[in-house]
C-alpha cells in the first residue's frame, strides 16, 4: 500500500479515534480542530458493548478503567428524593454500564495515545472542499490550499462541513428535547449513584457523580418551541430559573450551580440520518454521520467503534485510487449501518413517554419505574441500555511494521 494523506477534521472522540487507528495503519494523518485548544470539557459518556473491546485493542483499557466515574447504579426519585426504582450496575451494559467516564477524559486519554507523527492544528477548520478525483483540496480558514487522499469530517452533530459536501442529503430528527450538561459542587448526602427525577411538564433533574470530587447534573425539558442550544449561552442560561425552579427535589442547587459552572453544554436533541457517509474523497463518521442522541444513547460508543471499522477497511486499500477508496468507504458504511439503525430506533413511545406533562403522568412513569426495579424485570429493564453491540466480528486492520 502507498502510504495515504488524510485529513480528519474534529479532535473529539471520532475523530481522535480515527486518526489513532490510521495512525497504526501507516497512514500520514493531520487532524484540525476547529476550538484553540483541546476541548476538554464535557460530562459523562459511556464505552458499551463492541466499544470496550476496542479499549483493550487500543492498549488504553487499564487507563480508562482509572478515570471512570465511579458510578455505582441508577436510581430514579420522588420530589422528596425517594427512591422509586433503583438499578444498580449489574451488567456491563446497564443503565449505569461498567464503564462510565468524563468525555474531555476519555478524549485526553486517545490524544495521548496517539502514534508519533499525528499532527493536530488547533483553532483551524475547512472554508472551501473541492473533489478533484485523483485528490481532494481542502482550502483552510487559515487561507493555506492542502491535497489529501481523502477528507474525514468527525465535527459532531451540528458539522458544517458535512452539510456543505451533502447539503440537503442530511437529514435532522429534532426530538424536541433541550438537554443542559454543567457541573455542580459535591454536598452532604451525595453518594456514588446516578440520581434521576421527573417533574411535571416535560422536566427532568439528574445528578450524578465523577471522580474530580464535584457532581455531574443534567437538566431536561421537552418544548417543541424553544432552542436553547441555538441561542447565545448567557442568553440560555438565564432562561434555566424560569424553566426549572418550582420542578422539585434539587431545582434550585442544579440551577444555581449552572449559574456559575464553567462548562455548562447545551444540546436540542437531534438524530442525524444520512442516505451515504461517503462522497468520492470525503467521508462522515460520528455524531457527524449518524448522531443518536442520548436517548438512543451509546454516541461515545459508536464513535470510538466507527473510528477503527473506517481504519480497517481502508487498512485494506490496495492505493490511493478513488475507485479503491470507494469500494473501503463502501464496506465501513455496510458493517456501521446495522448497530446505527438499532441505535437511532427509539425505545416504543421515546421520547414522550420519559418527559410527562402532567403530574399524573409522573406518577405513572414512577410506578411504572417501581415495578420494573424489582427482580428479574429488573435486567429486562436495563436492557435499554443494550447498544454499540454486534453479531458482526470487528474487521482485521492491517497494522504498519514500523507502528505496530
Ligand atoms: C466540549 C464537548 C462536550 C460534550 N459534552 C457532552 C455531555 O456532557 N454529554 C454527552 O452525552 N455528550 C457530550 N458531548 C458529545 C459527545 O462527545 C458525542 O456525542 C460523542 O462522543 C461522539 O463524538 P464525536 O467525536 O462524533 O462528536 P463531538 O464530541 O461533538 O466532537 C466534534 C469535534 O469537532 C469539533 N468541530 C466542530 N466543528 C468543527 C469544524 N468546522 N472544524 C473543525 N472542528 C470542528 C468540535 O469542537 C469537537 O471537538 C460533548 C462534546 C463536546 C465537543
Redesign the pocket.
Known sequence: MTVQKVLI????????STAFWLGKAGWEVTI????SAF?E?????DVRGVARELLQKMGIEEQVRKQTTTEEGTAFVNEKGQIVGAFPVEDSDGLTAEIEIL??DL?RIILDALPPGISVRYG???EQVTDQHECVEITLHSGQKERYDLLII????????RDKVFGDRVSRNELGLN?I?GTIEKQAGDDRWWRWYNAAGGRQVSIRPDNKGTM?ATLAFKDRERNLAEIPSDQARAQLPDIFIGAGWQDERVVSGFATSK?V?F?YLTQIMMSTWSEGRVCV????AW?VT?IGGG??S??LIGGYVLAAFLSQSSSNGAEDLQSCLSKYEQWMRPMVDKAQKLPPGAPDLFFPQSKAGVGTVQMVLRIASFGPLRKLFAHIGHVADSKEQLPDIRVAQTTS
Open positions: 477534521s474534529g479532535a473529539s472522540i471520532a475523530g481522535l484540525i480542530e476547529r476550538a476541548r470539557g464535557g460530562q459523562n459518556v468525555r474531555g478524549a483551524e477548520w475547512i468527525a465535527e459532531g452533530v451540528r458539522s458544517k462541513t438537554m450538561y455531574r462548562d453544554y444540546d463518521t460520528g455524531d457527524a448522531c442520548p454516541g461515545s459508536l464513535a
